[in-house]
């Protein structure tokens, strides 16, 4: 009975956390839109934005009449995929969304659809390996930084005259972790300065990475 009981919890959990969300900021009331997974991880599929003054959204509803948008959504789809995927809650200015080329106007309104998928955030100091499992699945790797944003994650004794870096970001922490993990079934990862390169030399880094289980082909 218990057997049953937590099965059908965990059926009830992925459900819902497979569905997808949707969240309209409007510009005239909000500055910022907020995504948030509990705990469940981010997937950003879309982003649907506005520039025209006529269609200015109120009370979080858009109008029911569009126009054929004046400039593409993609590069806001971008930031909002840079900025969000991988993590358990989010927020999005909406001046990136103003000021996201080729646009020259401002967002009136920005909607975001998301998924809300299973997995967790993972710190590995230097020098330790990550190790991403997925069993008959593969991995998706959604979100990496080799740096330092925190001074509780992996703390360790700095000198004072060298305190830790904790704006330490390297951008091409994705990419390396991509590469070398998605599309298999487990992946180690060794979080190192030879791997990610050395983006703050003196600053003792860990790795943040998250991911996903996925069918192979997906």
């Not at 009370?59 to 029911?64: H, L």
């Not at 967002?107 to 809300?116: A, G, L, Q």
């Not at 330490?168 to 979080?191: E, F, I, W, Y």
Request: proline share 5%; charged share 20%; hydrophobic share 30%.
């Amino acid at each position: 009975m218990k057997f049953v009981a937590r099965l059908l919890l965990t059926v009830l959990c992925c459900s819902v956390l497979s569905r997808a969300e949707k969240t309209l900021t409007c510009d005239l009331e909000t500055s910022t839109q907020k995504l948030y997974c509990g705990y469940g991880l981010i997937v950003v599929q879309n982003v649907a934005v506005s520039h025209r003054e006529t269609e200015s959204c109120v009370s979080g509803v858009r109008p029911d009449r569009l126009d054929p948008p004046l400039c593409s959504s993609t590069p806001v789809l971008h930031i909002a995929q840079h900025r969000c995927n991988g993590r358990h809650r989010c927020s999005v200015r909406m001046d990136l969304c103003h000021s996201a080329r080729p646009c020259s106007s401002r967002c009136v309104w920005m909607e975001t659809t998301y998924n809300c998928v299973h997995g967790k955030i993972h710190y590995v100091c230097q020098k330790h390996r990550a190790s991403l499992y997925c069993g008959r699945q593969v991995i998706k790797v959604l979100m990496a930084n080799y740096g330092r944003t925190s001074k509780w994650v992996c703390r360790y004794s700095a000198p004072h005259r060298q305190p830790p870096n904790t704006g330490c970001t390297n951008p091409d922490s994705l990419k390396v972790m991509s590469q070398r993990c998605d599309g298999k079934h487990k992946c180690s990862v060794r979080a190192s300065n030879h791997i990610f390169a050395n983006v703050c030399p003196g600053t003792r880094k860990y790795l943040q990475y998250s991911y996903t289980c996925v069918d192979p082909g997906n």
